[in-house]
């Protein structure tokens, strides 16, 4: 979550002209690109999540290295608020820009930081707790105008709560024994095999970082799902940019598409 809103505010910045405090944020993200380049060995395309389990087991310095990171990422996100936060041309460019209501941002299936912007208090990882979110102290970021600066400012102050959680995890992590047992599902997740489930449909989903991303999944019984429908939150999101920015300028646009930090490959259908 904090690497995609880097991803998002960072370069939102550079749309609108502000190029200092890109950054103040883009290093962060380099520093949480070696932490996962060391572990994993791939710094882009990595990949560490197995069913169960973690692919390897965590190196010695990695708490410490994840320590330094939050301790990097505070700084930076209060010398970017000071940067931005009452500055009079990024408030012009997005105070009351591509605004949208509740019952719209509903109406068009919005979910993640773009709902939360208009005032609604819905986050997956509190509405409906999956992995041990029901354990940890972490408070949902709200807006109040559903605008592109509360759309800019809610992700903001999301870092800090996921930072907050980190640092929880982290200590429950240092508070396992030294050679823990392997989880239930690690035992079981020794490889892949075919299986036929039975007939019948199920829909899940988690909180993504852009939103709700969930898969729908309808089974006929045989080895392969009849059918797989997968809801990825972009799509929605992008799906009102047209009545955000009817009355507005081009360069509006421009500031309105940052804020919603569509991901390419949900909206290419």
């Known amino acids: 979550r904090i690497m995609d809103h880097l991803l998002c505010t960072g370069p939102h910045l550079v749309d609108l002209g502000a190029l200092t405090p890109f950054w103040y944020l883009f290093q962060v993200r380099e520093n949480i690109y070696d932490i996962m380049e060391k572990y994993s060995g791939a710094r882009l395309t990595y990949s560490c999540v197995r069913i169960g389990s973690m692919p390897f ?4 310095s990695f708490a410490d290295e994840v320590e330094a990171v939050l301790k990097a990422l505070e700084p930076s996100i209060d010398e970017v608020r000071r940067l931005v936060e009452r500055n009079r041309i990024f408030y012009d460019r997005c105070y009351n820009v591509g605004a949208i ?4 941002a509903i109406r068009y299936g919005f979910t993640g930081p773009c709902l939360r912007a208009t005032g609604l208090e819905y986050d ?11 354990q940890f102290d972490f408070s949902v970021c709200v807006g109040t105008n559903g605008d592109t600066y509360d759309r ?3 992700r903001v102050y999301e870092m800090l709560e996921s930072a907050k959680i980190l640092r929880q995890a982290m200590a429950r992590l240092k508070a396992l024994p030294a050679d823990p047992p392997p989880a239930e599902g ?6 892949f095999k075919k299986v036929a489930p039975p007939a019948g449909e199920i829909y899940d989903s988690l909180e993504a970082t852009n939103g709700e991303l969930g898969y729908y999944i309808v089974s ?4 392969k799902p009849y059918r797989i429908k ?3 939150p972009s799509l929605c999101n992008f799906s009102a940019i047209e009545p955000m920015a009817e009355g507005g300028m081009i360069a509006d646009l421009v500031s ?14």
Request: proline share 6%; net charge neutral.
């Open 230 to 232: 997968i809801r990825a």
């Open 124 to 134: 997956l990882r509190k509405a409906e707790p999956y992995y041990l979110y029901d």
């Open 57 to 60: 087991e965590l190196y010695p």
């Open 256 to 269: 309105v598409l940052g804020s919603i930090n569509v991901v390419g490959g949900e909206i290419d259908r």
């Open 101 to 104: 209501s509740p019952a719209d």
């Open 220 to 223: 006929d019984g045989s080895a």
């Open 186 to 191: 690690a035992k079981k997740a020794k490889g």
């Open 152 to 154: 800019f400012f809610v």
